[in-house]
């Protein structure tokens, strides 16, 4: 249909080095039909789509993302951070995200508790939990089991996409298991700590020096991957995700902060 609308290249990834339930019988004949470029799954994923560019004769492997947000967005998080006594030039501000489109790949209400306890306890951090409406039910699982001294503010429900992404560019760190907005967080160069779960750590969490993964001990294999998702045993994917304990996450958050300080 689309060189019968006149588009002059149709470009398709061809998936290598495993099981894509996108890569249907159709699909399959059609890809005699188009250009294709090699996906190889287990790799980066943002540095194999870029590979789509190559048959346009466009080579190039930065992977670095670009987002930006409005200015009124900008001013109704500085506002409502100014409200909450948060000072963006002195504190350390972590924002926390609880729940995951997948609900395979949530870590545990009472887990992220203990290490939002830690963080205030041993870091004295401002800590901001994240999501939207419909993440409102983890996050006051989250906020019902933190420690009796401990203080951190609910935002589920109360941002847009637009004024999240602002509230996200001003943190000192953020954590989350792997989903959209830890990536929202790379984009603006904020240090993340993956908790990745069941999920293939070399193919999308956020890389460099200041972004950490958090994977399952003992792990055979993984059991999602970027483009398959869909096809997976859910007891071991589940299991995965839970073997990743508490102090796990804080010894990899006590590394990075310190290196943090050391940038300084």
């Known amino acids: 249909m689309m060189y019968a609308a006149g588009v002059p290249l149709v470009v398709a990834a061809k998936v290598l080095g495993g099981y894509s339930p996108s890569e249907t019988r159709p699909y399959r004949i059609l890809q005699k039909l188009i250009r294709t470029f090699p996906y190889r799954m287990g790799e980066y994923a943002p540095r194999e789509r870029l590979r789509a560019l190559e048959p346009l004769g466009i080579f190039a492997d930065n992977t670095k ?11 109704r998080v500085a506002q409502f951070l100014v409200n909450n006594g948060i000072d963006t030039t002195k504190d350390f501000i972590v924002g926390i995200s609880p729940s995951a489109g997948n609900k395979i790949k949530e870590w545990p209400a009472d887990r992220f508790a203990r290490v939002i306890d830690h963080l ?3 870091h004295r951090a ?5 999501g939207g409406r419909g993440d409102a039910g983890k996050a006051s699982e989250v906020m019902k089991s933190l420690g009796n001294k401990t203080v951190a503010i609910d935002t589920s429900g109360k941002f847009s996409l637009d004024e999240l992404k602002a509230l996200i560019s001003k943190l000192s760190l953020f954590i989350s298991v792997d989903s959209g907005p830890i990536y929202i967080a790379e984009a603006f160069d904020v240090p993340t700590v993956d908790i990745t779960g069941p999920i293939d750590e070399r193919e999308q969490p956020p890389r460099g020096l200041f972004h950490r993964n958090v994977t399952p001990p003992e792990r055979l ?11 997976h ?19 990899e958050l006590d590394t990075l902060i310190a290196d943090l300080k050391k940038r300084k």
């Open 120 to 122: 205030c306890a041993k």
């Open 65 to 75: 993302k670009h987002l930006g947000f409005s200015k009124d967005a900008d001013n």
């Open 233 to 251: 045993n859910r007891e071991e994917a589940l299991r995965q995700t839970l073997s990743i304990s508490v102090s796990m996450v804080i010894d």
């Open 126 to 130: 401002r800590v901001l939990i994240t």
């Open 221 to 231: 294999k993984p059991e999602l991957f970027v483009l398959n998702a869909k096809f």
